[in-house]
């Protein structure tokens, strides 16, 4: 089992729709959590961190992370065709990334 | 401000030959990591630094590949003797502070894509 999974999609939406990204961990030891943007042929752009349990918002965009289940969401609200790109989850306690959450916003 | 900084932007080799990547991260960022992204798969952890010395090293995949920091700054990634499976995007990050344990932001370069022939 990986320590952080995530599902690759893609996944297709119309503009306006509330999308919601997801990944699991194992290690329950596991406290910083970090969601990334990344475009075709860029590196990945930080969108939000989280530390332990809780949600965090910024803009549309709201982090949430349940130690209990061990799951870390993103949601995006009123998404934007600009909001197309791949969404890589990550851990920061031990650097390791989801593979990434391919995202289609179509008008 | 400037942010990370990678070259070159693309690398077309043969195999068997060797290569030097380059990363300048941001200024005072004394965390520099650096990770391989192959096509569908996720960021692979190969290396970071804090200051000049690497506390990890654990994800270099072989001795072919080595990597060295000089004046806490400027960072460069070596692989010798490539092979095809070599054939990657090579991203390189950095960050304030310790680069492990910690909730210290990671930001990126937009990587240099290595093609081995």
């Known amino acids: 089992q990986k320590e952080v999974e995530q599902d690759p999609g893609p996944l297709s939406v119309p503009e306006g729709a509330i999308v919601s990204l997801n990944c699991t961990y194992s290690?329950?030891?596991?406290?910083?959590f970090m969601w990334y943007r990344q475009y075709s042929r860029k590196g990945p752009e930080l969108l939000m961190y989280t530390y332990s349990s809780g949600n965090k918002e910024d803009g549309r965009f709201t982090a949430q992370v349940d130690k209990s289940s061990k799951y870390i969401s993103l949601f995006i609200r009123d998404s934007q065709p600009s909001d197309s790109a791949t969404y890589l989850c990550?851990?920061?306690?031990?650097?390791?990334f989801g593979t990434g959450t391919r995202l289609q916003v179509f008008p | 401000g400037a942010g990370v900084s990678q070259s070159p932007s693309n690398k077309v080799t043969e195999k068997g030959k060797d290569v030097e990547l380059r990363c300048d991260p941001i200024?005072?960022?004394?965390?520099l990591y650096w990770y391989r992204q192959s096509l569908g798969q996720g960021l692979e952890f190969l290396i970071y630094?804090?200051?000049?010395?690497?506390?990890?090293k654990s994800g270099l995949p072989s001795d072919r590949f080595s990597a060295e920091r000089t004046g806490g700054s400027v960072s460069t990634l070596t692989i010798q003797r490539t092979q095809q499976e070599d054939s990657a995007v090579y991203l390189c990050?950095?960050?304030?502070?310790?680069?492990?344990?910690?909730?210290?932001?990671?930001?990126f370069g937009d990587g240099t894509r290595l093609s081995i022939l």
């Open positions: 630094f804090q200051g000049n010395s690497a506390p990890d």
């Open positions: 990050a950095s960050s304030l502070a310790d680069g492990q344990g910690n909730g210290q932001p990671q930001h």
């Open positions: 290690n329950s030891a596991f406290q910083y």
């Open positions: 200024s005072g960022h004394t965390a």
């Open positions: 990550a851990n920061t306690d031990k650097l390791i």
